[in-house]
T-cell receptor
Framework: AQKVTQAQTEISVVEKEDVTLDCVYE???????LFWYKQPPSGELVFLIRRNSFDEQNEISGRYSWNFQKSTSSFNFTITASQVVDSAVYFCALSEVNSNDYKLSFGAGTTVTVRA | DSGVTQTPKHLITATGQRVTLRCSPRSGDLSVYWYQQSLDQGLQFLIH???????AKGNILERFSAQQFPDLHSELNLSSLELGDSALYFC??????????????FGPGTRLTVL
């Protein structure tokens, strides 16, 4: 079963618009970690943010912010005032403690295109 | 630059062949993970090594094997290659196993094309 679902396949916006990426996860663990990674056209995977399951405080880091809600198993990510350089595929990932290997289970990714 | 290096960057080979992908983790990182990214399967975990020992296996085929050496670099060996093995192979490293302490940092990947 898919542990991480990113329902949005593609999002296209005009520069300076905000972009919100949805992520829904599934786990039986009480302790787990959630991540967002970015994959620009060059292909590398770039770490963006990490959240622990026991800390639901939502934060803002520069133009990035996230909304973590355990009650709905969602970990949404927002880019404020998008820029062309934000064009990339964004992956949400889950790491479960009880699996004892801490591997990352990735969603299918959301392709974000920011037009000038 | 994540500090994780992977060689080669690109690899083109024929079906039935064997290849070795190499990964050097960030300085001080003991954990090495391998992932495969393909169009049909997405990003899939293959195998995890910690300080030279295999920690966990994911969706790794029997034709694939890996090891982590005393200097902590890792190699992923792919044998009897098939067209479907064409993918981008990522290595990631982290200091510890538990992500409470740190996240996984990914290398630039090795793009394998099997003809």
């Amino acid at each position: 079963a898919q542990k991480v679902t990113q329902a949005q396949t593609e999002i296209s916006v005009v520069e300076k618009e905000d972009v919100t990426l949805d992520c829904v996860y599934e786990t039986r663990d009480t302790t787990y970690y959630l991540f967002w990674y970015k994959q620009p056209p060059s292909g590398e995977l770039v770490f963006l943010i990490r959240r622990n399951s026991f800390d639901e405080q939502n934060e803002i880091s520069g133009r990035y912010s996230w909304n973590f809600q355990k009650s709905t198993s969602s970990f949404n990510f927002t880019i404020t005032a998008s820029q062309v350089v934000d064009s990339a595929v964004y992956f949400c990932a889950l790491s479960e403690v009880n699996s004892n290997d801490y591997k990352l289970s990735f969603g299918a990714g959301t392709t974000v295109t920011v037009r000038a | 630059d994540s500090g994780v290096t992977q060689t080669p960057k690109h690899l083109i080979t024929a079906t039935g062949q064997r290849v070795t992908l190499r990964c050097s983790p960030r300085s001080g990182d003991l954990s090495v993970y391998w992932y495969q990214q393909s169009l049909d399967q997405g990003l899939q975990f293959l195998i995890h090594y910690y300080n030279g020992e295999e920690r966990a296996k994911g969706n790794i085929l029997e034709r694939f094997s890996a090891q982590q050496f005393p200097d902590l670099h890792s190699e992923l060996n792919l044998s009897s290659l098939e067209l479907g093995d064409s993918a981008l192979y990522f290595c990631a490293s982290s200091v510890a196993v538990n992500p409470l302490y740190n996240e996984q940092f990914f290398g630039p990947g090795t793009r394998l094309t099997v003809l």
